[in-house]
């Protein structure tokens, strides 16, 4: 009996650590990849500092552009509903702040967000010379409704 615990124990503590190793080797690499990019602009909100009442359970979700050979767009989140997301756009032109726009949107599509219809997208357009680049709308809740669906069916 003793045996058969030891194992569970040890196997139980491989499989935490190869874990947490995975999890924050993830991150490590996100920020890694930053390092030799440009920051041109960042944007953050928070969807509900105004309805809550302690600072623990404050959102924020940050849209962050860089530039190098190609743009790329970054969006991070504290919110266990959101996995970091990021893509490139093909632009091998400089861009400047100026050249960003970025849109939140609740769920309905409002840019006015409400306690119950709070800030869930980001339309980010790239532009140059008035003309958009790219366009695409990042959802900061997608995870959160796709865990919903799922159960549901």
């Known amino acids: 009996m003793k045996s058969k615990r030891m194992i569970v124990v040890v196997v139980s503590s491989v499989v935490l650590c190869l874990s947490l190793f995975f999890i924050f080797q993830n991150e490590t690499d996100t920020s890694t990849s930053n390092k030799d990019l440009t920051l041109i602009y960042e944007e953050k909100v928070s969807p509900n500092k105004e309805y809550v009442s302690n ?29 970091n997301t990021n893509y490139s756009v093909d632009y091998n032109q400089k861009l400047s702040k100026e050249d960003i726009q970025i ?36 959802s900061f809740v997608g995870k959160g409704v796709k865990a919903i669906t799922d159960v549901i069916g």
């Open 55 to 83: 600072k623990k359970d404050i959102v924020h979700y940050t849209i962050k552009i860089y530039q190098e050979d190609k743009n790329k767009v970054y969006a991070e989140s504290n919110s266990p509903v959101f996995e």
């Open 103 to 138: 849109k939140w949107m609740t769920l309905s599509g409002s840019t006015e967000p409400k306690e119950n219809d709070q800030l869930g997208l980001a339309n980010v357009k790239i532009l140059k010379d008035g003309s958009v680049i790219n366009e695409k709308v990042i």
